[in-house]
């Protein structure tokens, strides 16, 4: 089993920053890839940014250049920096753990809202 816990949501400014925490403890391989979905109001889960082994990253074209995903040694912590943010980046944001036979493990979510 896998338990993930996120941290860092909250309001900001158009423009501002912030940066998400998610916690992973339990059974973690190093094959297993660490993501950050999303989902805002009336809309679908969608991935934000993922992050796998050898640090291989991936973004979605809406955050490209201005979201960071990273990922400690130990594989256990993954933050996502979310600069320049504006008010369509406002969502639930889910931590995810994905196996590489495909079985996923979600946080609980955390909020970030962006409006002046």
């Known amino acids: 089993q896998v338990q993930l816990v996120e941290s860092g949501g909250g309001l900001v400014q158009p423009g501002g920053s912030l940066r998400l925490s998610c916690a992973a403890s339990?059974?973690?391989?190093?094959?297993?890839?660490m993501a950050w979905y999303r989902q805002a109001p009336g809309k679908q889960r969608d991935l934000v940014a993922r992050i796998g082994e050898g640090s291989k990253t991936m973004y979605s074209d809406s955050v490209k250049g201005r979201f960071t995903i990273s990922r400690d040694n130990a594989k256990t912590t993954v933050t996502l920096q979310m600069n320049s943010l504006k008010p369509e980046d406002t969502a639930v944001y889910y931590c995810a753990l994905i196996r590489p036979y495909g079985s996923v493990y979600w946080g609980q979510g955390t909020q970030v809202t962006v409006s002046s």
């Open positions: 339990g059974m973690i391989f190093s094959g297993d890839v």
